[in-house]
Nanobody, 118 residues
């Protein structure tokens, strides 16, 4: 059974920083793309950043220059470094991974709350 477990969310003042982590565990053969998404109250879940196994990254325009996605393939872990946080970054952040286990499927973490106060 494959699981994604996120950590690192919390409450921070505007201008502050947080680092999210997401570790995949279970009977994993390989992991392709990994990414972070977020869902604010009353809004749809939206892409924040993605990273391929080879390290090619993609960011939402709203976070470019402030957020950095990275991964450690040996640890099956993806990170999101968030700097210069703004109140509009407040949301539940979810990680997603395209994992080849017994089958190939996209898996989601349980979500971690990020709250940025003004």
């Amino acid at each position: 059974q494959v699981q994604l477990v996120e950590s690192g969310g919390g409450l921070v003042q505007a201008g502050g920083s947080l680092r999210l982590s997401c570790a995949a565990s279970g009977s994993i053969f390989s992991i392709n793309a990994m990414g972070w998404y977020r869902q604010a109250p009353g809004k749809q879940r939206a892409l924040v950043a993605t990273i391929t196994r080879d390290g090619v990254t993609n960011y939402a325009d709203s976070v470019k220059g402030r957020f950095t996605i990275a991964r450690d393939n040996a640890k099956n872990t993806v990170y999101l470094q968030m700097n210069n946080l703004k109140p509009e970054d407040t949301a539940v952040y979810y990680c997603k991974a395209d994992i080849r286990a017994l089958t190939v499927a996209n898996y989601w973490g349980q979500g971690t709350q990020v709250t940025v106060s003004s």
